[in-house]
């Protein structure tokens, strides 16, 4: 919706960004800005005003255009979105009708971080659960750094917080297949790089000794990691369905949290199963992420369209540069 504007100053001048730029508020939580810390970030909700099918401008903030009844898209079929210390990109793919995936990164003092939520495509407008998710859970991740919260409680209260607003998403009328969605989120300290996952979009280090840092939350995922399901599962090996979610039909789960403190400089990359499903070694995405961060974004989103693109994809990359100059 376009109803991201800070009462004094009005709408930001870049549609991407969800701070204002002359007050520093929050445009999603509406809180004031920190007076000690500088808070920046960028969401990949389209800030369209006109219907792409029949041109007609869109009358408030009604879900659907009004002149030709087709449904306002929520977020960006492509969107690139760049901080420097932390970049993403998001692309609807070859085959998919709209993009469901959504990715928000930005920064606050020294530390970096991005949320991607993918949204199930069985339920009703995942795209407006991914986008609700993505989007509170880095607000509230951000502000709670910005209070000087660990990392760990930040990405805590984060997935609370973009649980809460996919649940939100549904409505008084959750129906029968509610908006859902994943959730992962990454932050880079000067010392701590830490990620927080419900669902199957993962999380990435990319340095000495790169490795995946999440556990896919399916069937497959949980069996490959060596861990037991809960009984009432039918434990076909191959399956890829989610066992845990963001939505009005999950039973609010809390992030699975993950801390390293990595001795050398590295990237932490986060992604969708867009991504993960063709190019999901660690060590072949460590080698294809030297480079702006943005650029590695843009190739690695590029190798999943070439392999076929036939889900969303969404990237987001962050640095990591330990202070106090690297232990050997
Ligand atoms: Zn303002
Ligand atoms: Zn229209």
Request: glycine content about 12%; charged content about 20%.
């Amino acid at each position: 919706m376009s109803g991201h504007a800070c009462p004094e100053h009005g709408p930001p001048s870049e549609p991407e960004h969800r701070f204002c730029e002359v007050c520093g508020r929050n445009l999603v939580t509406g809180e004031p800005a920190s007076p000690s810390v500088s808070t920046t970030w960028l969401s990949s909700r389209t800030d369209s005003t006109a219907c792409a099918g029949c041109g007609a401008a869109y009358a408030g903030d009604e879900p659907y255009c009004d002149h030709c009844g087709r449904r306002r898209p929520v977020g960006r079929d492509h969107a690139e979105l760049d901080l420097g210390c932390v970049a993403g990109v998001t692309d609807r793919g070859r085959r998919r009708r709209g993009n469901e995936d959504a990715i928000a990164v930005g920064r606050t003092g020294s530390a970096s971080a991005a949320v991607v939520c993918d949204g199930v495509s069985t339920s009703t407008h995942p795209d407006t659960a991914a986008h609700d998710a993505a989007e509170a859970g880095l607000a509230v991740l951000l502000a709670a750094l910005a209070d000087g919260a660990d990392p760990e409680k930040a990405t805590a209260d984060g997935a609370r917080a973009a649980a809460a607003a996919a649940r939100a998403t549904a409505g008084p009328d959750a129906g029968e297949s509610p908006p859902s969605c994943t959730y992962v989120s990454g932050i880079a300290t000067a010392d701590t790089v830490t990620v927080g996952w419900i669902g199957d979009s993962r999380a990435y280090w990319l340095g000495a000794d790169p490795a995946c840092l999440t556990v896919d939350d399916s069937v497959a995922g949980q069996l490959a990691a060596g861990r037991s399901l809960p009984p009432a599962l039918d434990a076909d090996p191959e399956s890829r369905a989610l066992i845990r979610w963001l939505g009005a039909d999950s039973d609010d789960p809390e992030a699975q949290v993950v801390s390293l403190r990595p001795a050398g400089p590295g990237r932490l990359l986060l992604c969708s199963d867009g991504l993960h499903h063709y190019l999901s070694d660690p060590t072949a995405l460590a080698a294809a992420s030297s480079g702006r961060l943005i650029d590695v974004a843009r190739h690695l989103t590029t190798v999943a369209l070439d392999g076929g693109g036939h889900d969303n994809i969404t990237v987001a990359v962050l640095s990591f540069t330990p202070s106090g100059g690297s232990v050997p």
